[in-house]
């Protein structure tokens, strides 16, 4: 279930509460029922807002997992920039296990743990992808 469904359903529950409120205070239903409809309604509310809670913390763990996939990328870039022409063939030697120049094309493949970076792109799993880079 998604953020946005939770939501929805949390809303629905609320505007029966009130609903139930409405009809209590029309004498249309009397206290008993408005208490079994406020505690079956609070029930579910509360496990909506567990499910609720749950998908935003994990939502903001995977945030701080790109955020810190990019700046340890961004760090690579920069570092790579700075580096002189000798420098840069001994990062290139480091991050690729098979670097091919034919005059026109460059074709490489990364070694571990640097194809990790490759696959996040190619996998629809890629926090895994993220956690083994962070663990490497």
């Known amino acids: 279930m998604n953020n946005s469904k ?3 359903q949390i809303s629905t529950k609320e505007a029966q509460l009130v609903k139930a409120v409405e009809l209590r205070l029309n004498d249309e239903i009397d206290e008993s029922e ?3 409809i406020r505690i079956k309604n609070k029930d579910s509310l509360d496990k909506l807002q567990s499910q609720l809670d749950s998908i935003n913390k994990l939502l903001s763990q995977e945030s701080n997992q790109v955020l ?3 700046s340890i990328i961004n760090e690579c870039i920069h570092l790579y920039k700075l580096a002189n022409k000798q420098e840069k063939g001994s990062i290139l030697k ?3 296990s098979n670097l091919f120049f034919d005059g026109k094309n460059i074709n490489l493949h990364l070694s571990n743990p ?4 490759q696959e996040c792109h190619t996998s ?3 926090r895994l992808q993220v956690n083994l880079f962070r663990t490497l």
Request: charged share 15%; net charge positive; aromatic share 10%.
């Open 94 to 96: 480091i991050v690729c």
């Open 34 to 36: 408005l208490k079994t």
């Open 68 to 70: 810190d996939l990019a």
């Open 114 to 117: 640097f194809n990790l970076l």
């Open 6 to 8: 939770i939501s929805r």
């Open 124 to 126: 629809s799993l890629w």
